[in-house]
């Protein structure tokens, strides 16, 4: 027998439409799991439940007038780095109290406006740095496909929500793989969109732009509808990526013939080689882009080295920029130190000089694949890791290291701006999910969505389910 969160997003879009089920129905049956399963999860730091009940009566009330917003009625989650007004956010940290900055940010307003309704604050490490959620705000975020292994970060607390029940969709964010990682780890269809296709106003001055809001989902359709909700410059954006001919969701209907895909599977950042069962996940996606009548070539990225120590210099000034009290380091997380400390290192013309690199190297790499309509990678080089394996609070160098090992391929696309997404194509021996990423051309994330589900019709995935559903 079917339960409400077996139906994808639009479908229940669709039956709240259609008065079949109520937003009051859904938001109760999703908080119902919520409290069943968010202690095993990790997926959820802060739950609303009033809040969403109140939403979810005045959608209610709503329904009959004569224009509905596209997904009225249907529960998501919002990743605990987005203010929203009357919530806390908490930034993944306990140094310092949390913050109700009386407002939403744009991208969270979007989201309302389009109907949709939050249940709460999703799970994030300390600022969304690492690429696993172990924050000391909550447990661990863990992939509901393996209760001892990580659900990846910093979106992780976004995926497992998803994986595991608790939402039909969510909002990530992304600055070097923090929505395709988790995505992969747990199963799902992940989207970072292209530099300025989705606003981060009012509070990110955007100098590096590398990170950006994106959806995360269970089908390529949800994620696409999920887009098309987020997308659009806010009236104060200084940078934003020109508006597509046709929604992403429609776009899922076109399937696209004879395209030409570069492929390659060296790491850019570190040096480890993929995991046979993400090179066999890798491999797979060849063979099946191949017989979907796509041309896969070999392609040699021209991302070198020092790209990878631009990165690092802007990523730890990021950090270092945040607006924090002095007093409350000793109590912020190793790591969270450690890449501070490396930000006051570098001085401003270390900055200007590395942002430069990294516009010409990305400049560089775009020109090199215009040549093709996407490029595959693997999604991640290892399997999703267990938790606390990434994780060295006595040595954040170490920490780091490891990470760049588990995550060579996700960061370039950050630093080059172009869209980039996790397909959730292949399953191990042992049931672990292990994605492969597609990348466009810069704002061409329509050919991505079409892609990818021209590659779900013809390998389904949303069937699967792990034991927790």
Not at 214 to 237: C, H, K, Q, Y
Not at 278 to 287: D, I, K, S
Not at 386 to 405: C, I, M, N, S
Not at 456 to 463: G, I, L, V
Request: charged residues 20%.
């Amino acid at each position: 027998m079917s339960e409400l969160h077996d139906l994808t997003l639009l479908e229940q879009a669709a039956e709240v439409r259609q008065r079949s089920v109520s937003p009051v129905e859904l938001v109760e049956h999703y908080l119902e799991r919520i409290d069943r399963l968010n202690d095993a999860l990790g997926a959820f730091v802060t739950v609303t439940a009033d809040l969403a009940l109140d939403a979810a009566k005045r959608a209610e009330a709503a329904i009959g007038d004569e224009a509905l917003p596209p997904l009225h009625g249907v529960p998501t989650a919002i990743k605990d780095l987005n203010l929203t007004a009357g919530v806390p956010t908490r930034f993944g940290t306990t140094a310092m109290p949390p913050v109700d900055a009386g407002v939403d940010d744009f991208m969270v307003s979007k989201l309302k406006s389009a109907g949709l309704i939050s249940l709460g604050k999703t799970n994030t490490p300390e600022f969304g740095l690492p690429c696993y959620t172990e924050p000391d705000v909550a447990p661990p975020a863990r992939t509901p496909w393996d209760l001892d292994r990580s659900a990846g970060g910093s979106s992780g607390g976004a995926a497992a929500a998803v994986a595991g029940g608790l939402v039909p969709a969510a909002q990530g964010s992304d600055g070097g793989g923090s929505i395709r990682i988790p995505s992969s780890v747990c199963g799902l269809f992940g989207i970072k969109p292209s530099r300025g296709r989705v606003s981060s106003a009012p509070v990110s001055a955007e100098i590096s732009g590398l990170a950006t809001n994106g959806p995360i989902a269970r089908t390529v359709r949800d994620a696409a509808a999920l887009l098309d909700a987020m997308a659009g410059p806010a009236p104060s954006d200084w940078l934003w990526a020109p508006p597509p001919p046709v929604s992403f969701l429609t776009a899922c209907d076109d399937p696209p013939s004879g395209l030409r895909i570069g492929r390659y599977a060296t790491p850019v950042v570190g040096q480890t080689g993929p995991h046979p069962d993400c090179l066999a996940a890798y491999e797979a996606a060849t063979e099946l882009l191949t017989d979907l009548g796509h041309t896969v070539v070999e392609h040699t990225p021209t991302f070198m080295g020092q790209l990878v120590d631009a990165f690092e210099t802007i990523w730890s000034a990021e950090f270092l920029s945040l607006p924090l009290d002095p007093a409350i380091e000793p109590q912020l997380r190793p790591l969270t130190r450690w890449i501070r400390d490396r930000g006051k290192n570098a001085s401003g013309s270390d900055v200007y000089a590395a942002l430069a690199t990294l516009r010409m190297a990305a400049r560089t790499e775009i020109e090199a694949t215009q040549q093709y309509d996407a490029i595959l990678t693997p999604t991640l080089a290892q399997p999703p890791a267990f938790v606390g394996q990434l994780r060295e609070d006595a040595d954040p160098a170490a920490d780091f290291e490891a990470q760049k090992q588990f995550t060579p391929f996700t960061a370039p696309y950050n630093m080059s701006g172009q869209p980039a997404v996790s397909v959730p194509l292949h399953w191990t021996a042992a049931g672990l999910p292990i994605g492969i990423q597609l990348v466009g051309r810069p704002c061409d994330e329509l050919t991505l969505v079409r892609l990818s589900a021209q590659l779900e019709a013809a390998a389904p995935w949303a069937h699967r389910r792990p034991e927790c559903w």
